[in-house]
């Protein structure tokens, strides 16, 4: 078990998704996976946000899916409000979705051109029996005004909207049922840097204003770290340091997670003349074939023998700061 | 230092179904030798497009240059004929590209396509080109130069094939080099390995530099000078540490304060700027930042308010810049 289970919303035991590489057309046989997610525990508790950071290919956004079980997973369980969702089918796995939700990346593909505003964020009303008719009208009003639009938008099209706007109505399609819990996957790293701002300032007055549960998935560490409450640091489908925020990037344990806060700027050319980076060699490796022992020890500036052979344990190092680390 | 490149009030525009779009509205900006110089501003802003008319790269149609001048090295590039601006593109001035993915093609092999530019430019033989192709490869630190000649872009990672485009761009060793959003497409640990090589071959190489993003976290520690660019106008100019440390334009302060910073103070609020840029194809009358901006006045709506270069070191575009200047401290409070 990584982390205690008090009061915890969604409760994520030994998660895997590996999707299979087949080879053959008429026979098709699997030669080998891509093992994108390989084996999560973590908990987010009732009102945060939990961060997920990692560089591209390192599983976040299959985490998300997999714990919103849009992807089953190939092993593990994700236990919401007391439920096993991976045990749950059909009818009883559709009813769950009411309470989690997600928020995309790209706000030009994840909205349908064809159906107007007031149709996307009206079809999980309907879909849930929540509000038909005049009602769903008044609700889907009620949701844009929310989020910051003009409810007289509900006849638009999503192409008369601009990326940030777009986002805004993701943001409300999400919002329609009520949710508990939303997966944020990467939502504003399509976004203009003026319009940003304006989404993350509008993802936490909801959080606050309708006591939401966020699992906010991004690569940019300083959003991360401004929107969350703990962060845990993916590297190759694993999680290699989960803690509070404030301790991740005051004392960060992990080499990857030191060399990834070392490597982003800071827009201060004063403090970035001082700034002394820790330059990883390489590329991250393939996911297909990952290396022995910890992931990270092809790239690691600290590397000692076993990490070549054995995979550290992710242990908690006290004061709840869990670290996937043979060195520290 | 003399000056490399000069750009005196330069206008594209692009003709469209839906109007004729002014993506870049008068700029003017000067590039030193040997100096870096950034240009940052969010999509379509113009950033791409003034450099790209700096290299006559403009598609035409739908795309026109309809006035300014190019001085570089003393010669108008916007005046000379086709052949002596094909001797200057990829020789004296050479570019790389956003995406590392797209730029290269994927039916060359890497050697061919960096010897490309050295038998053309500086009429190496065949051999000659491999030997040097080889330097280039091992100057931008890609393991092995040898044995990945002959590999095509495909077998190159993300990070690896842009090192493969800064080696072409540096193949003829170009006085100027432009970078258009050189690492954006990059994770941040590959991004590192790309600024510190770019940074050591500019002291290296001694090139001038022009480098666009949108990222004023990578230009800070990267840029001597910063060209701050709004719906095609650059609307402050002034040495790196100035547009930081004194931030006159109210767009650049509002880029500032929008951004959380890693290392800023704990539970600070961000300040957005509200509203959307205006639309190119009907441009305002006034200052193009009017209806987003918290400092406007009536004299805004109705004057656009030029960038006046000359002596002066910092150049902002505003009207109330000295307004700025007196609240500013309340903006930047919400940080460190």
């Not at chain 1, 994700?78 to 009883?92: I, R, S």
């Not at chain 1, 936490?204 to 939401?212: D, I, R, T, V």
């Not at chain 2, 990945?148 to 540096?170: C, E, K």
């Not at chain 2, 006159?248 to 509200?274: F, N, Q, V």
Request: net charge neutral.
């Amino acid at each position: 078990m990584a982390t205690s289970s008090d009061g915890a919303l969604v409760q994520v035991v030994g998660l895997k998704k590996y999707f299979p590489i087949t080879q053959g057309i008429v026979f098709q046989r699997k030669i080998a996976d891509v093992k994108a997610v390989d084996g999560l525990d973590f908990s987010i508790q009732r009102g945060e946000t939990l961060g997920l950071v990692g560089e591209s290919g390192c599983g976040k956004s299959t985490t998300g899916r997999t714990v919103l079980q849009l992807y089953s997973p190939t092993a593990g369980q994700v236990v919401f409000q007391g439920k096993d969702l991976t045990k749950l089918h059909g009818e009883d796995l559709r009813k769950m979705r009411r309470n989690m939700q997600m928020i995309f990346q790209d706000p030009y593909a994840s909205l349908n051109p064809r159906m107007t505003v007031g149709d996307i964020i009206g079809e999980p009303l309907e879909v849930h029996n929540i509000a038909k008719g005049k009602e769903k009208k008044e609700r889907v009003q009620e949701l844009l005004s929310i989020v910051g639009l003009n409810p007289y938008f509900v006849n638009r099209y999503p192409h008369e909207f601009s990326g940030g706007q777009r986002q805004r109505i993701g943001v409300a399609r999400a919002l329609a049922v009520n949710p508990a819990f939303i997966v944020c996957d990467e939502p504003i790293s399509a976004l203009d840097v003026s319009i940003q701002a304006q989404i993350i300032n509008l993802l936490e007055e909801l959080q606050e204003k309708f006591h939401l549960t966020y699992l906010f998935i991004a690569h940019d560490l300083s959003v991360v770290r401004h929107i969350s409450d703990r962060i845990a640091v993916m590297y190759l489908g694993k999680i290699v340091e989960l803690t509070d925020r404030n301790a991740l990037y005051a004392n960060p344990l992990h080499p990857y997670t030191k060399a990834l806060l070392s490597a982003v700027p800071i827009p201060d050319p004063i403090i970035e003349e001082k700034r002394e980076r820790i330059i990883l060699v390489g590329d991250v490796p393939s996911p297909v074939n990952p290396p022995s022992g910890c992931r990270f020890h092809t790239r690691c500036p600290l590397a000692i023998d076993i990490c070549k052979r054995v995979d550290p344990e992710f242990r908690d190092v006290g004061n709840n700061h869990w670290v996937a680390c043979h060195v520290v | 230092m003399a000056t490399l490149l000069e750009v005196k009030d330069l206008k594209t525009e692009f003709r469209t179904q839906d109007g004729v779009v002014h993506a870049v509205n008068g700029v003017s900006f000067t590039v030193d030798e040997g100096e870096t110089l950034g240009l940052v501003g969010e999509s379509g802003c113009g950033k791409s497009v003034s450099v790209l008319s700096v290299m006559r790269l403009i598609p035409h149609p739908p795309g026109k240059i309809t006035n300014g001048q190019v001085l570089f090295q003393g010669r108008d590039l916007l005046q000379v004929d086709d052949e002596e601006i094909r001797s200057v593109r990829g020789n004296k001035i050479a570019m790389v590209f956003q995406d590392p993915m797209t730029s290269l093609n994927p039916v060359l092999t890497i050697g061919t396509q960096i010897g490309e530019a050295l038998e053309l430019h500086l009429g190496m033989t065949k051999e000659q080109a491999r030997k040097r192709s080889v330097e280039l490869l091992k100057m931008v630190g890609i393991p092995e130069a040898e044995g990945r000649l002959d590999d095509y872009p495909h077998q190159f990672s993300g990070g690896m094939r842009q090192r493969v485009m800064i080696a072409m761009a540096l193949s003829c060793s170009p006085q100027l080099l432009i970078a258009d959003e050189p690492t954006t497409a990059l994770d941040v640990t590959i991004q590192a390995q790309i600024v510190d090589i770019v940074k050591r071959l500019k002291t290296e190489l001694g090139m001038a530099i022009i480098w666009i993003t949108h990222d004023l976290g990578v230009i800070a520690g990267l840029a001597d000078r910063i060209n701050v660019m709004y719906a095609g106008f650059v609307i402050e100019t002034a040495p790196v540490k100035e547009i930081f440390g004194n931030p006159l334009h109210p767009y650049t302060l509002g880029l500032l304060t929008s951004i959380p910073r890693l290392d800023a103070a704990m539970k600070s609020k961000l300040t957005p700027i509200e509203g959307l840029p205006p639309d190119l194809i009907e441009m305002p009358k006034g200052c193009p930042f009017y209806n987003r901006c918290t400092f406007r006045t009536d004299q805004c709506a109705n004057e656009n308010p030029a960038l006046e270069l000359g002596a002066v070191r910092h150049s902002v575009a505003c009207w109330n810049w000295q307004d700025v200047l007196k609240k500013r401290a309340a903006y930047l409070s919400g940080r460190a």
